[in-house]
């Protein structure tokens, strides 16, 4: 939905977008990040996003920003933090949680549209 509609992380795009494939980071410490972005590549993709629950997630990812840098290093290929637009209920949920930092909120604006759409994704 975010993808058709450009909401969240495609929201960054103004031409039509195709998905040309997705995955997982293979779980802690993330081995497919090594290999995946290959064959994402090799299908097509010019820009790789890593998934909203990476930022979102309980806890959010260690190591996302670190696998961001990695992809753009060795792939030679943007990375974009996010996919949907994060859900209200976790946006309220992650304010009450001591590890939850407003800067990710202030980077990632894109990913913090108005409420009804993060509702909308609950």
Request: aromatic share 14%; with cysteine.
């Amino acid at each position: 939905m975010s993808l058709r509609e450009h909401e969240g992380g495609f929201s960054l795009y103004k031409e039509e977008l195709q998905l040309v494939g997705y995955s997982y980071c293979g779980g802690c410490p993330g081995g497919n990040i090594e290999y995946v972005p290959e064959e994402m590549i090799n299908n097509g993709a010019e820009v790789i996003h890593l998934a909203t629950g990476m930022i979102v997630g309980y806890p959010p990812c260690p190591r996302l920003f670190k696998f961001k840098e990695f992809i753009e290093s060795y792939y030679e290929t943007k990375v974009v933090l996010g996919t949907h637009p994060v859900p209200m209920k976790y946006l309220k949920t992650h304010k009450k949680l001591s590890f939850w930092n407003d800067k990710i909120k202030n980077e990632m604006e894109y990913l913090f549209p108005e409420d009804k759409i993060m509702i909308k994704y609950n």
